[in-house]
C-alpha cells in the first residue's frame, strides 16, 4: 500500500527549533495538496499546516495555533514536502503526520480538515520540554 513518510522528529527545548519531512517514493508531490497534523495523547487530532498542488501556486494555510511559528514548503527536486517549525512551545508535543488526498489537483485550496485525506504517514514523534 502506497504512503507516506516523515522524517525528522525529535526531541527539543522551548524555544527550539525542528523541520519534518514528509516524502513519497512513487508520487509526484508536486500535484498533491499535503498537510500536515499532530496529535496529543488524550486529544484530538489537529491539523496545523497545508500546501495545495503546486499548479495553484502552492498557497499554504495554517491553524491559528501555528501561525507565524510553522512554515510549510516544497522541494520539487527532492520530492518533498517540509514543515519548518520554530519558537517551540511544551503544547507543540505530539505525534504528527502528514498526509494527503491522493487525488492530483484535487482542490486549488488545501484544507485542515482530516476527513480531506486518505493517504497518511505512519507519524514522528515531537517532544518539547520546557
Known amino acids: 500500500q502506497e504512503h507516506l513518510v516523515e522524517s525528522g522528529g525529535g526531541s527539543v527545548q522551548s524555544g527550539g527549533s525542528l523541520r519534518l519531512s514528509c516524502a513519497h517514493s512513487k508520487w509526484p508531490l508536486d500535484y498533491l495538496s499535503i498537510a500536515w497534523f499532530r496529535q496529543a495523547p488524550g486529544k484530538e487530532r489537529e491539523g496545523v499546516a497545508c500546501i495545495s498542488y503546486t499548479d495553484m501556486g502552492g498557497s499554504t494555510h495554517y491553524a491559528d495555533s501555528v501561525k507565524g511559528r510553522f512554515s510549510v514548503s516544497r522541494d520539487s527536486a527532492e520530492n518533498t514536502v517540509y514543515l519548518q517549525m520554530i519558537g517551540l512551545k511544551p503544547e507543540d508535543t505530539a505525534d504528527y503526520s502528514c498526509?494527503?488526498?491522493?487525488?492530483?489537483?484535487?482542490?486549488?485550496?488545501?484544507?485542515?480538515?482530516?476527513?480531506?485525506?486518505?493517504?497518511w504517514g505512519q507519524g514522528i514523534q515531537v517532544n518539547v520540554s520546557s
Open positions: 498526509a494527503t488526498s491522493g487525488v492530483p489537483l484535487d482542490s486549488p485550496v488545501c484544507k485542515l480538515n482530516p476527513v480531506n485525506y486518505d493517504v
